[in-house]
């Protein structure tokens, strides 16, 4: 199966900063994802990180203030512009090999927090 | 949208007790997971299990796609198996849809 690399593993950042989290695959995906999890709470899709061209966001998410890049099959990264205390959450990055293969795997986390 | 709901909520066992996880789905799934998330908040896929029985270990997960429910079976916990397990359906390779999941203490 797929491993997903993503770093930072955690992060403090002030009010108003921006912070970027990359994740990595060690072969090529179809399909990768990004979600967040606050504390106690299940994760909660944020986008599809399309290989070449925008993301395409869920409801509550724009890509103003979570913008994303996946330039290659391998590679894709969330931003979180603007950072406020209500961002502070863990971001996940997955992905779905496609192909026959429909499980997904899930990177190790980025959990931030903002002060 | 598509809703995942779990149960039961909590659950605390004595290590070598057995125990059954629910997850009932509103919407069709192309695909279901389970997960277990640990207490320091990694993600580690248990199943992948959209319809029938299937085994790993000691977790033996049973979906019935029709009634859009699905079951994971913990037999003989030991308390490394404390944890939250979560429950997750894709509709069609459009990323996955989470439970909140079942929080397990398994204590000795």
């Known amino acids: 199966s797929v491993l997903l690399y993503q770093k930072p593993n955690r992060d403090i950042c002030q009010s108003g900063t921006s912070l970027k989290i990359q994740c990595v695959a060690d072969s090529q995906v179809v399909s990768m994802f990004w979600y967040q999890q606050f504390q106690e709470q299940s994760l909660m899709l944020m986008a599809t990180?399309?290989?070449?061209?925008?993301?395409?966001?869920e409801s509550g998410f724009t890509k103003d203030k979570f913008p994303i890049s996946r330039p290659n099959l391998t590679f894709s990264t969330l931003t979180v512009n603007n950072a406020r205390p209500g961002d502070s959450s863990i971001y996940f990055c997955?992905?779905?090999?496609?192909?026959?293969?429909?499980?997904?795997?899930f990177g190790s986390g980025t959990r931030l927090l903002v002060i | 949208g598509q809703q995942v709901q779990q149960s039961p909520a909590s659950l605390v066992l004595q290590e070598g007790e057995n125990a059954e996880l629910q997850c009932n789905f509103s919407s069709t799934a192309t695909q279901l997971q389970w997960f277990y998330q640990s207490p320091g908040g990694s993600l580690v896929s248990l199943l992948s299990n959209p319809s029938g029985t299937k085994h790993t270990g000691r977790l033996t997960s049973t979906t019935v796609t029709k009634e859009r429910r699905s079951s994971l079976h913990i037999s003989s916990s030991q308390t490394t198996d404390s944890g939250t397990y979560l429950c997750a359906i894709e509709n069609y390779a459009q990323g996955l849809t989470f439970g909140l999941g079942t929080r397990v203490s398994v204590f000795p």
């Open positions: 990180a399309n290989e070449g061209s925008e993301a395409t966001y």
């Open positions: 997955s992905s779905r090999k496609g192909q026959g293969d429909s499980d997904y795997t």
